[in-house]
């Protein structure tokens, strides 16, 4: 292994732990580690909101400018000082959280192939939001704003397009006229909006995409902000005063960094150096050696109906429909490469992929050639008749997914594991189609809540298994003989754990009174 | 399900976002310069002398009536030659470069000094055509600087040249 891709698994390595951990308290559906573009896009939002109103009370003006926002302050607790405060701080959250977001993608390995839109996409994100940033500060006009416009300034006017003429602007206290305040207004309402249409590219090549948290994980954001709006108001510091250089101030470090940063380094070219490297660097991240292509999905015109649901399914809108070439007023399902994870959630969701069809080989309407639905059969059918050798304790078969705990090592004699790209490959109809055949229950091994490799694998199982969403497992089907259990890759003893458990149950359940009744397939052979 | 041990979980780490974010919002607190040093900011954009030349009588006759004009200004506009003392010592010495790719623009100079607060002599020179010796503007003055005072060396034709603000 080499050094980019040892570091990259060790931050990999530390996310996981510390979304795990984050877990008992948030569960995985709530668990802000695992949503951090959300909780982005809704501090975002905090912003716009409270944003609008400052705009409607601020007076653009020198002095204005400084005595609007000062007043609104006065007393902070009143409603214009919390959205003051709130503005500051929802915007101060929006880059914590958008430097997270970036370092789990960088660590989860998420920059290339059919990712590398979103990542580029969003790596220009970066610079807009603190473009918004610095400029919103300059808009109180107190002695921070002005120690950021003067540095700000300085750090522009070595780009050529300036002319070294724009930190003239603040030179001295009359160089500075009213228009320039209106003029930043619309900087700061400007980029904002160019920002929110980036936001609508980054998620494009994304379906089902969360873009907003939970209700409980916004509630509770807003609260931890407003409490913050309260015990520490956003007050403005003395006025600008172009003819003194500010002493010591309070500094948003979240924000501002880069003038300490670019006082320190003192050159602007090395300034501008260092952030166009790490600008290129980003960019240049997709085209790291890439791990070796696994193939995409296929569609088979012969057995697609064109009934869309792997279209609703797709996480990552890799799948279109277009008329049938070979049946007139039917749909095909068209599968675009470059976008296909091959995660096989399409797979699961074809109504064609169920084993009770007679069909062998069984072809489906759209299939993963790596580990096609015809194979999972084979490999259940091959496994059930071993577990019938099995002459004591329940015959379990497992079915888990490859990116969550290692399920092999349960393999035993009455014990069957049947590996997964995602428990979303898994067409439902396999959970009645073992317990039919000989299985006494079925354990479904996905990843931790809201943790699926492929975003929605899990939860798709979940909606099928429990009839919210097509191809739905039948009523029939006992739920006490199947149960799903989220194990990420750390979670091997909660798997081994899970599995101990389920039997205990099982045994409880002889001599068994809801047993499906035996199904045996008789066998087409289609040319 | 309601369970007490997640809610307080929750309370802590929300929190512990809240305060990272409170904290880092304000402090540490920063400081661009020491307490007992002024700051000297030059900053001039001027744009610098034409080298003309004089049409003799034969051009002149040359051309067209209308477009007899005596001198012969190129577009380009001249190097500008800048020197800064400070106490008598050199402090910065420049040759600005006009911008433009016909090097018609203004030429800019900023640069900030941290100097000591108190008594100095601060000299400038100018020489914005830069064919001719010496410095056709200049400008010397003994300047009392407090501490965290800005004091701005600029230049503008309209104000006599050089001038400190």
């Not at chain 1, 888990?400 to 979303?424: E, F, K, R, Y």
């Not at chain 1, 099928?464 to 890759?489: F, I, K």
């Amino acid at each position: 292994m080499n050094f980019p891709a040892a570091v990259q698994q060790q931050a990999k390595r530390l996310f996981m732990r510390l979304e795990e951990a984050c877990d008992p308290f948030f569960g995985g559906a709530d668990n802000p580690l695992r949503h951090l573009g959300a909780y982005g896009l809704f501090l975002l939002w905090l912003v716009v909101g409270s944003g609008l109103y400052l705009y409607i009370v601020l007076d653009t003006g020198i002095e204005a400018v400084y005595r609007s926002i000062g007043e609104l302050s006065t007393p902070p607790w009143q409603i214009g000082g919390v959205f003051r405060s709130l503005h500051r701080y929802a915007a101060d959250g929006l880059m914590l959280v958008m430097l997270l977001h970036l370092l789990r993608e960088a660590a989860y390995g998420r920059f290339q192939g059919f990712r590398h839109y979103s990542w580029l996409t969003g790596v220009q994100l970066i610079w807009l939001a603190f473009i918004a940033g610095i400029g919103g500060y300059w808009l109180v006009w107190d002695q921070l704003a002005q120690v950021s416009a003067i540095a700000s300034t300085e750090l522009l006017d070595w780009l050529p397009m300036f002319s070294g003429a724009s930190a003239r602007n603040f030179l001295t206290p009359d160089s500075l006229s009213d228009r320039f305040f209106t003029v930043l207004i619309f900087i700061h309402i400007g980029v904002p909006l160019l920002l929110i249409l980036g936001l609508w590219a980054h998620v494009q090549r994304i379906a089902h995409v969360d873009y907003l948290p939970s209700w409980r994980g916004m509630l509770a954001t807003l609260a931890a902000l407003l409490l913050l709006s309260l015990v520490q108001p956003a007050l403005s510091q003395p006025p600008a005063d172009l003819a003194i250089v500010p002493g010591a101030i309070d500094f948003d470090w979240l924000i501002l960094f880069i003038h300490p940063l670019s006082d320190r380094i003192g050159s602007p070219a090395l300034v501008w150096l260092l952030l166009f490297a790490a600008t290129a660097l980003l960019f240049l991240l997709p085209l790291l050696p890439a791990p070796v292509g696994v193939p995409v999905a296929v569609v088979d015109p012969a057995n697609c109906t064109g009934c869309d649901r792997c279209l609703a399914d797709c996480p990552y809108a890799a799948i279109s429909m277009t008329a049938h070439p070979a049946r007139p007023g039917f749909h095909l399902a068209v599968v675009d490469a470059d976008l296909c994870a091959a995660c096989g959630l399409c797979a699961g969701s074809c109504p064609s992929s169920t084993p009770f069809r007679r069909q062998e080989p069984l072809c489906t309407g759209i299939d993963m050639p790596q580990l096609s639905v015809d194979a999972l059969r084979v490999q259940l059918e091959s496994e059930l008749l071993r577990l019938r050798q099995a002459t004591s304790g329940s015959r379990v078969v497992v079915f888990s997914c490859q990116h969550a705990a290692d399920a092999q090592t349960l393999t035993a004699d009455d014990t069957a594991v049947i590996p997964l790209l995602c428990i979303g490959q898994l067409p439902p109809a396999f959970v009645e189609y073992a317990l039919r055949s000989g299985a006494d229950g079925v354990l479904l091994g996905a990843c931790r809540d809201g943790g699926c490799e492929f975003r929605l694998g899990e939860r798709w199982l979940a909606e099928r298994l429990t009839g919210e969403r097509p191809p739905s497992l039948r009523s029939r089907v006992p739920a006490t003989r199947w149960r799903t259990v989220s194990a990420g890759v750390h979670d091997q003893s909660r798997l081994i754990s899970a599995l101990a458990d389920f039997r205990r149950r099982l045994a409880t359940l002889d001599p068994p009174g809801d047993r499906l009744p035996p199904y045996s397939r008789k066998v087409v052979h289609h040319v | 399900m309601f369970k007490p041990v997640a809610l307080v979980g929750q309370i802590v780490l929300y929190g512990a976002f809240a305060a990272f974010i409170g904290y880092f919002a304000t402090s540490p607190k920063y400081r661009q310069i020491a307490d007992d040093v002024a700051l000297i900011k030059l900053s001039i954009s001027h744009l610098g002398d034409r080298e003309c030349r004089k049409r003799t009588p034969e051009e002149l006759a040359k051309l067209p009536p209308n477009m007899r004009a005596p001198l012969d200004c190129p577009r380009e506009r001249s190097d500008i030659k800048l020197e800064v003392d400070l106490d008598g010592q050199l402090l910065f010495s420049t040759v600005m470069h006009p911008t433009g790719l016909y090097k018609d623009g203004v030429s800019t100079v900023y640069r900030r000094f941290e100097v000591p607060a108190g008594k100095h002599h601060l000299a400038v020179r100018m020489n914005d055509k830069i064919v001719n010796p010496g410095f056709n503007f200049s400008k010397a003055d003994e300047v009392e600087l407090k501490p965290a005072q800005v004091l701005v060396i600029d230049f503008n034709p309209d104000r006599g040249g050089l001038f400190f603000k």
